[in-house]
């Protein structure tokens, strides 16, 4: 109930309940001491992210998915950095990001997360996360770093920018032909649509995502560095989307004082 932030799901509250049931024991009745646990959470109208993931060809558009994985990442920066002791989600993935009314992503379903008092690795016999999101060191190994999360970050921005099989398109291919082939799906849709597109964000987001599926984990990015990136992009597209606006309009009114001269 402490972890605050707008892209974490918010727990609202919990019911714990306890009582004595009568149960069936070896033919015998007995009563045992029963535990009811109950978490209460928000309510998110959007949904699981998995249910709005589509290729570049249809679904959301892409100032839409921007915004989701950017919020994505700032909330992943919260978890392991916002508090004095870091969280590991250890299953982020699309069926546990939850999007409000506004398609604002959420952080949620910590079943699996785990506190630690430090940064360091850790080892565990248990087996945690997702097939397809589970980075190498925990499967050969079994090892826990906050580089797990951002293993599994990579996965899912490739999926939010490409698509379900966007993960295994890149697997054949190599990183230019993988931003090419996605820059020109995107294009595509550009001209049947004649929705906003932004190829510098494009190129970011694939960059990043490929980045944090290092087969090494420690060439892969602390989140702080991600964020930073996304936020730097974005600064630009927006600037340059300021620019541009200017200048039609001083366009616009040197068009309309010719006129009228």
């Known amino acids: 109930m402490k972890a605050q932030h707008p892209n974490v799901t918010r727990l609202i509250g919990y019911c714990y309940n306890v009582k004595n049931e009568r149960v069936k024991l070896n033919d015998k009745y007995v009563f045992a001491h029963s535990d009811e646990k109950v978490l209460c959470f928000e309510y998110l109208k959007g949904g699981s992210l998995d249910k709005h993931i589509s290729d570049e060809s249809c679904g959301l558009n892409w100032h839409t998915r921007f915004k ?16 004095k002791y870091p969280i590991y989600h250890l299953d982020l993935k699309p069926e546990n990001i939850m ?41 050969e190994r079994r090892e826990i770093t906050s580089k797990f999360d951002i293993f599994s970050l990579g996965v899912t921005i490739t999926r939010i920018v490409a698509g379900y099989d966007g993960y295994s398109k890149y697997a054949c291919m190599s990183l230019e032909e993988f931003i090419k082939h996605v820059h020109e799906n995107w294009e595509k849709r550009l001209q049947d649509t004649m929705s906003s597109y932004t ?12 980045s944090c599926m290092e087969n090494k984990r420690e060439k892969r990015p602390n989140i ?5 990136k996304l936020n730097m992009v974005d600064t630009t597209e927006s600037l340059s989307r300021s620019q541009i606006a200017k200048k039609r309009s001083w366009n616009s009114g040197r068009s309309r004082k010719h006129h009228t001269s």
């Open 224 to 228: 702080a560095e991600i964020v930073d």
């Open 68 to 83: 989701i994985i950017k919020g994505i990442c700032e909330g992943l920066n919260y978890l392991h950095n916002g508090s």
């Open 99 to 139: 999007l409000d009314e506004n398609m604002v992503p959420k952080i949620g379903d910590f079943g699996l997360s785990r506190l630690f008092p430090s940064a360091r690795t850790y080892v565990t016999i248990k087996v945690i996360g997702t097939i397809g999101y589970m980075p190498p060191e925990f499967i």
């Open 199 to 210: 190829p510098e964000q494009v190129t970011t987001c694939i960059k990043i995502a490929l």
